[in-house]
């Protein structure tokens, strides 16, 4: 029987110590190396102004820093607002956005604006302004 007690003993005093000295173990290291990235902007602007006359635009700036645009519908038309160019824009945007991840890039902040444009107190139209801002480790 004491030679049971006695081993039981060690058993928890052994066990006692290990949890004892990986409790106090710091998991991260002392000097972590910060992470850096690189940045890109996509910038979508969308003309309300109708009947076409405005310009709408989808812009990048390639690695080169050269800008890239490609053409988006205006949201209206001579009649009124153009559901069908509204979803145009979508695909297009939507396409530019998953060509970004697919290449490793993290969508990390999507800010909006409004510009509308008056003359003589009446409104003529303006344009809906859509940054979107990616991100990817260096």
Known sequence: MNKNIA???????TALCTVGIFSFRNPAPDNP??????YKQITAVES???????????LTTDDDGQMREKELKNFYSMVGINFN????????????LNDYSATG?????VSTATNEQ???G????GLFITRYIFRKAR
């Open 105 to 109: 890039w993290e969508l990390v902040q």
């Open 48 to 58: 309300v102004i109708p009947g076409g006359l405005g310009r709408s635009r989808i």
């Open 122 to 125: 009446s409104s003529s139209g």
């Open 85 to 96: 160019n509204i979803a145009n824009n979508d695909r297009v945007i939507v396409d530019r």
């Open 33 to 38: 190396v910060p992470v850096t990235y690189e």
């Open 118 to 120: 008056s003359s003589g």
């Open 7 to 13: 081993t039981v003993s060690i058993a928890a005093a």
